[in-house]
């Protein structure tokens, strides 16, 4: 059966075939949901575009909204649907689930918490094979600050500028991106560092990324050598010698950075930084929120990508794609301190979390997503290479597997954020097209492409096709 839906895009632009039909949408109108949402709905909650979606149902890599339009998700409830919107065999499993045992807490023993433990941990390295399962990421990230306190008994931890870690109390010490921070003490002993970012950084060059796509800044570097690496160690050396004591609780740093729009380091940034770490009796923590699960393509996680074996790794989003589940894995060392007093979660390991996370788990091998993420995300990271040597705006393309992002400049030399009026108008145009994109970056600047891992190279060259598009009708305005 071939869907038949209202025309969402450009006629420049084909978007790809999908047989899956929507079910009608009953509920309430438009309208009335803009009432409520005012009325009854926090504030800081806050929607994307103009006229805001009113999505009713999702397939794998497509969502429909209560109209019948049919999109491209791109952005996957922000790099959340790892492996597709309502996947059947993650659907199915939940279902058989919901009719066997919601819910006993962590007081009794149930079947899948055991089963998905052994099976999440043995993808991990040793020592890493002890998990504590939550609900969301800023839990395990408040969790895992808790744990390297409570181990090395100190309390100061380093984080990077530009980094997200969650907006709990705890975690908003080191997420540092001015817009989610309040004028309220939180998030006490945390102290940034220089972000070592290649692009928008003083430092910087043709060779530093471990990505299909490198910056447009050149360097004289050999191989082996890189001076912008040297240069961020030394700014992270000094904030080890001017800012915190001489003994550290840890450090926490996402792989690539998610909310800051895909920022990459150096290659060997994390490498240096983590025995820098340890040198001061420090623990490292990975927030793999964002980069797990695959969606590295060549690696499982992130943190594999750096070389290095962090002594924490926190999880959420993809985990349970869109089920709120997080989970910190660490070693038994480590987790002993936190089991010297009572520290329990009333929802954390659920019976329902744990089968959703094993079908997950289980879909990513059965389905080959990883390797998708791999051979999909280069093909469209080099495709976006493409519009940057095309579009002076498009200052630079970033980006591993199905994490990729596209910032966007006034020119390549300044580097200088192109102004929001102008991104958000390109970024509607793409939604009018079909096609619904993130965004991230201190300024907004940064659209974000991290997609369900399903998606397909056809999938990319209709996506690619109506951001051409969009930059192109930006060309004329500003003509």
């Known amino acids: 059966r071939q869907q038949k839906w209202k025309s969402s895009f450009s006629p420049q632009a084909k978007m790809p075939p999908c047989d899956f039909v929507p079910e009608k949408y009953k509920s ?3 309208e009335r949901m803009q009432k409520i949402r005012e009325e009854n709905i926090s504030p800081s909650l806050r929607l994307y575009y103009k006229k805001p979606l009113l999505l009713h149902q999702g397939h794998m890599q497509w969502l429909f909204d209560y109209e019948g339009k049919r999109y491209l998700d791109l952005f996957a409830g922000i790099v959340t649907v790892s492996v597709g919107h309502c996947h059947p065999k993650v659907t199915m499993a939940t279902q058989k689930q919901l009719t066997r045992l919601w819910h006993t807490t962590n007081i009794y023993m149930h079947p899948s918490i055991h089963e998905y433990a052994e099976k999440l941990t043995s993808l991990l390295p040793d020592p890493l094979k002890v998990v504590y399962v939550t609900n969301s990421g800023s839990e395990a990230n408040d969790l895992a600050m808790l744990m390297a306190r409570l181990h090395t008994r100190n309390f100061d931890i380093i984080c990077l500028r530009g980094a997200y870690h969650g907006g709990s109390p705890y975690a908003l010490g080191p997420t540092s991106i001015g817009l989610y921070k309040h004028g309220v003490a939180n998030g006490f ?7 070592p970012d290649v692009f928008r950084g003083p430092w910087g060059g043709s060779h530093c990324r471990d990505s299909p796509v490198q910056t447009v800044r050149k360097c004289s570097c050999s191989g082996g050598v890189c001076q912008a690496n040297d240069q961020y160690i030394e700014q992270f050396k000094d904030t080890l010698n001017t800012s915190v004591p001489k003994t550290i609780a840890g450090f926490i740093a996402e792989p690539i950075q998610g909310v800051n729009g895909a920022v990459q380091y150096p290659r060997s940034f994390l ?3 983590y025995r820098l770490v340890r040198e001061r009796g420090g623990v490292c923590i990975a927030d793999e929120v964002q980069t797990g699960f695959g969606r590295m393509g060549s690696h499982f996680w992130g943190f594999q990508t750096h070389d290095v074996v962090p002594d924490i790794v926190t999880m959420a989003k993809g985990i349970g794609n869109g089920f709120p589940m997080g989970a910190v894995v660490t070693t038994k060392e480590i987790a002993s301190a936190l089991a010297q007093n009572l520290h329990f979660n009333t929802f954390g390991g ?3 979390a744990c089968v959703v996370g094993a079908a997950v788990l289980d879909a990513i091998e059965e389905d080959s997503l990883q390797k998708n993420s791999e051979d999909v995300g280069t093909y469209m990271l080099l495709e976006l ?3 940057r040597d095309k ?3 498009v200052g630079d393309v970033r980006g591993k597997g199905l994490m990729i992002g596209v910032e966007m400049v006034t020119d390549k030399d300044s580097r200088q954020p192109l102004p929001a009026e102008e991104i958000s108008q ?9 096609v619904l994109i993130g965004r991230g970056g201190l300024y907004s600047q940064t659209f974000r492409i991290k997609p369900p891992m399903c998606i397909t190279k056809k999938d990319v060259d209709f996506a690619v096709e109506v951001f051409h598009t969009a930059l192109e009708r930006h060309a004329e305005r500003a003509a």
């Open 28 to 30: 309430y109108p438009y």
């Open 189 to 195: 002993g945390c102290s940034t560092t220089m972000l």
């Open 271 to 273: 490498k240096e930084a």
């Open 350 to 352: 659920n019976p329902l």
């Open 385 to 387: 290479a493409k519009l």
């Open 391 to 393: 579009f002076e705006i």
């Open 426 to 434: 390109i970024w509607e145009d793409c939604k009018d097209m079909g």
